[in-house]
C-alpha cells in the first residue's frame, strides 16, 4: 500500500517566482492531508535548452531517489495537480499490478484530455485519440502490454505532466533505460519515456489520477536551467 512511511513525491521548482511558488502551494496542499513528503529539487541556472533540462531533471530525481530508504516514488512535474481521492484511487491501482511492477503513469494528457481541458470530467477517462484497440486491465483502471513502438508511432507522450510513480525495486532499470534512450537519440523527457516502456510499465486508464495545472503560465521564464536537491517539505 502507498502511504506516508513509504513514499515521497520528488519535483523540480524556481525558487523566488510566482507561477512555481502557486504550484508549490498546490502540491504541498494536496498532499498534506496525506502526509507524504515532498521534495523539491531547486533550479540553477546554466546553458542548457528545455529538452536537456527536462531530462536532466528526471536523471536528477531518479538519481535522488536511489539514495533514499524508500520503496516508492512519485516523480512528476511542479504542475501536477492529484484527483480529490487520490490515495484511495492509487491504491486500489496498485493492488491490481503484477508483482514485478516497474512503473504506473498516473495521468498522461493524451488520457486526460489536456487539449479539452473538461473540468467536469476530471479524474475521467477522455482521450485525445482512438484508443479502442489499446489493451487495457479488466478492471479498466490501467493500461497494459505497453507496446513502445505503437506508442511511438501514435504520439501516446507520458508527459502533460510527467507523473510517474516508480516501483524501488526496478528504479535502476528506469533510469538506465532512460539515460541509455537519451543518449542514443535526444528527445523530450515525455517521449522518451514512452521509448522505453515495457511490459512492467502501465498506465493509468479510468481513474485517472490527476491533470496539470499550470497556475498561470510556463515553469520555465527562459531557458538554462538544472537542478540541485535542496530537501524535504511537508
Given amino acids: 500500500m ?54 536532466e531533471m528526471i536523471v536528477n530525481s531518479l538519481e535522488l531517489y536511489k539514495k533514499m530508504d524508500i520503496e516508492h516514488a512519485i516523480i512528476c512535474d511542479d504542475d501536477f495537480f492529484p ?45 485525445e485519440y482512438n484508443m479502442d484497440d489499446i489493451p487495457f486491465h479488466s478492471s479498466g483502471r490501467f493500461y497494459l502490454d505497453c507496446d513502445s513502438d505503437l506508442y511511438y508511432e501514435k504520439k501516446f507522450w507520458l508527459g502533460g505532466p510527467v507523473c510517474i510513480l516508480v516501483n524501488k525495486k526496478n528504479v535502476d532499470s528506469v533510469l538506465n533505460d532512460f539515460i541509455k534512450a537519451n543518449n542514443e537519440n535526444p528527445e523530450n523527457d515525455d517521449v522518451i519515456f514512452t521509448r522505453i516502456l515495457n511490459n512492467n510499465d502501465f498506465i493509468c486508464r479510468e481513474p485517472m489520477l490527476g491533470y496539470e495545472e499550470e497556475g498561470g503560465g510556463t515553469t520555465f521564464p527562459g531557458r538554462g536551467w538544472t537542478t540541485v536537491a535542496t530537501g524535504y517539505n511537508y
Fill in 2 to 55: 502507498i502511504n506516508n512511511n513509504n513514499t515521497v513525491i520528488i519535483t523540480t521548482t524556481i525558487p523566488n517566482e510566482p507561477i512555481p511558488e502557486k504550484r508549490r502551494n498546490n502540491l504541498i496542499n494536496n498532499f498534506s492531508k496525506y502526509n507524504i513528503p515532498i521534495v523539491f529539487n531547486d533550479y540553477v541556472r546554466k546553458n542548457k535548452s528545455i529538452q536537456e533540462i527536462s531530462c
Fill in 83 to 127: 484527483i480529490d481521492n487520490f490515495l484511495d484511487e492509487l491504491n486500489k491501482t496498485i493492488e491490481l499490478l503484477p508483482e514485478n511492477w516497474r512503473s504506473l503513469h498516473l495521468c498522461p494528457a493524451y488520457l486526460w484530455g489536456r487539449i479539452h481541458r473538461d473540468k467536469e470530467k476530471i479524474g475521467k477517462l477522455n482521450a
